[in-house]
T-cell receptor
Framework: SQTIHQWPATLVQPVGSPLSLECTVE??????LYWYRQAAGRGLQLLFY??????ISSEVPQNLSASRPQDRQFILSSKKLLLSDSGFYLC???????????FGAGTRLSVL | GDSVTQMEGSVTLSEEAFLTINCTYT??????LFWYVQYPGEGLQLLLK?????DKGSNKGFEATYRKETTSFHLEKGSVQVSDSAVYFC????????????FGTGTRLLVSP
């Protein structure tokens, strides 16, 4: 069966520090991968998606970047965090043309 | 662009009460519609879906019917339980090429005993 892992589960970082959140999918190949952010009191916002290794599409210009160094690995990064980067970050994947997205447990990021 | 509206930010019910969470959408074509649920401290899980008009999705006692004429996909349950307390997200996906979900802002359901 397929599983998706995200880590860390919780992260507290100072303003101006770098960020690296990792997401990996097991049990499938060539998944479509997504990063979402859920800010406090708001819905989910799609940040990045990827259809293959090295292929990244950005939905919203911001302080973050994403990379896909391996088929089942998706990384969310920042060189310098802002207070507004605080939120709950969710990774998700889909199989090919299937329109169901499967979500990881999320990372709660607090920038202080 | 495509959008999903959930007017109720939060709903509080007593156990065994009837639940309705409203969802309306705006889309240029014919989307698939979804309800996702987020339990405290967890990621999102698919609750149910419908892919075309008049389809009814159902799971765990929850139901929602795809109404094209009213562009709605309201979530209902006849008798809620304390364990149903969670945040519920309505979402749509256009059935063209790459799948991207557009989410509503979510409705927090609190069920008290």
């Amino acid at each position: 069966s397929q599983t998706i892992h995200q880590w860390p589960a919780t992260l507290v970082q100072p303003v101006g520090s770098p960020l690296s959140l990792e997401c990996t999918v097991e049990g499938t190949s060539n998944p479509n991968l997504y990063w979402y952010r859920q800010a406090a009191g708001r819905g989910l916002q799609l940040l990045f998606y990827s259809v293959g290794i090295g292929q990244i599409s950005s939905e919203v210009p911001q302080n973050l970047s994403a990379s896909r160094p391996q088929d089942r690995q998706f990384i969310l990064s920042s060189k310098k965090l802002l207070l507004s980067d605080s939120g709950f970050y969710l990774c998700a994947w889909t199989r090919g043309a299937e329109n169901i997205q499967y979500f990881g447990a999320g990372t709660r990021l607090s920038v202080l | 662009g495509d959008s999903v509206t959930q007017m109720e930010g939060s709903v509080t019910l007593s156990e065994e009460a009837f639940l309705t969470i409203n969802c309306t959408y705006t889309a240029t074509g014919y989307p698939s519609l979804f309800w996702y649920v987020q339990y405290p401290g967890e990621g999102l899980q698919l609750l149910l879906k419908a892919t075309k008009a008049d389809d009814k999705g159902s799971n765990k006692g929850f139901e929602a019917t795809y109404r094209k004429e009213t562009t709605s996909f309201h979530l209902e349950k006849g008798s809620v339980q304390v364990s149903d307390s969670a945040v519920y997200f309505c979402a749509l996906s256009m059935n063209t090429g790459f799948q991207k979900l557009v989410f509503g802002t979510g409705t927090r359901l609190l069920v008290s005993p």
